[in-house]
């Protein structure tokens, strides 16, 4: 006789989100993925800041998280930053940068907020392994605290709109105003002409005094999530607007298992970083795991699933196939209807794609589908 599955298995996102023990910033996305339908995050795994940003914008209204590798960005900038924020705020999505910590304390905390990545400053969600010790948690989230403490302070900032020229297309002083430059600042222009706002061409310097709340907690929607939006974009992008940005807080990812052949995160090792997310769930959110690892009553983690791919459209497939270079891939049926996992990562079935911004529709629709399939909907 099989073991009753946990509550957080058959309940809905929604109701997940209003659960006492729920991180802040985890109530917010399980918020994001109700109203946008969308259990997807995708893999940006692309070199180039133009190529993260023309990959945001084609399937950012079909994710909840886009997951970002910046150390393999050549020429990772400032611009990098803006231009994946804006676009993150526009298309309502949370940025997961797949660090995979794993030193000593002092070290992830040098790497988690300075140098030229600055993690912390713009990365809703990072991932860490705990083989260094459970200290790694409480580095980053020390680092984390005071980070966001930073942001507390007046800034002089110039702030220039125009058209048809951004500050973005000027390029880095080092470059000369490169042709990715200007296709960086071509996105950013366009998302802004999509969305019914235009540039004037006014260039003004003032002080900004920025405040922000010391505490995480979003505000949320007044209205109850149990509706379905369905197909209906008015009322979702009403909801989405007034559910508002994220809050200002950060949230850990431990590495418990991986979906790759023959790696060493052992039975042990899974329950061990189960037990140091218990410990830490102010700040530890979920897994990268390959099941729901939830199994006390108060446990409210979410469970990150990489591994995932569709045969081709029109085709009949399952089981798991791989790449020949030790990944293993599974459906989003297998992972989320029979493993209770949450969230699906998918890299190369959506950039390999001929039509990503419809391939990414695919699988936001076959997760969601085996989602409602698994809480009864």
Known sequence: MSAPKHSSVTQSFSARADLPHTHPLASYLLQLI?????????SADVTSTSALLKLAEEVGDSICVLKTHADIIDRFSERTITGLQEISRRK??????????????????????????????????????????????????????????????????????GTPRSSIESGDSNNGGSDESRQIGDYISKGHERSGRKGSIVTATTTISQTYESSPAPAGLSRTLSVDYGEDDEERAAALQELGDPPLARGLLLLAQMSSAGNLMNPEYTAACVDEARSHNDFVLG??????????????????????SLPPEGEVGGGWKGDGLGQQYRTPKTVVAEEGCDIVIVGRGILEARDRRREAERYRREAWKAYEGRVGK
């Not at 109700?34 to 995708?42: D, E, Q, Y």
């Not at 795991?289 to 990489?306: E, G, I, M, R, W």
């Open 92 to 161: 309502k999505f949370l940025i997961f940068e797949d660090r995979k910590f794993g030193d000593i304390g002092s070290t992830v905390q040098k790497q988690y907020t300075s140098g030229p990545l600055r993690i912390a400053h713009w990365a809703h969600l990072t991932n860490a392994h705990i083989f260094p010790g459970p200290a790694i948690i409480t580095a980053l989230s020390s680092a984390a605290t005071q980070t966001l403490a930073s942001f507390n302070q007046s800034v002089s900032t110039e702030i220039s709109a």
């Open 287 to 308: 897994f990268i795991s390959q099941t729901s690892l939830n199994t006390k009553p108060v446990d409210a983690f979410l469970s990150f699933t990489p591994g995932v």
């Open 34 to 42: 109700t109203i946008k339908r969308s259990n997807l995050c995708v």
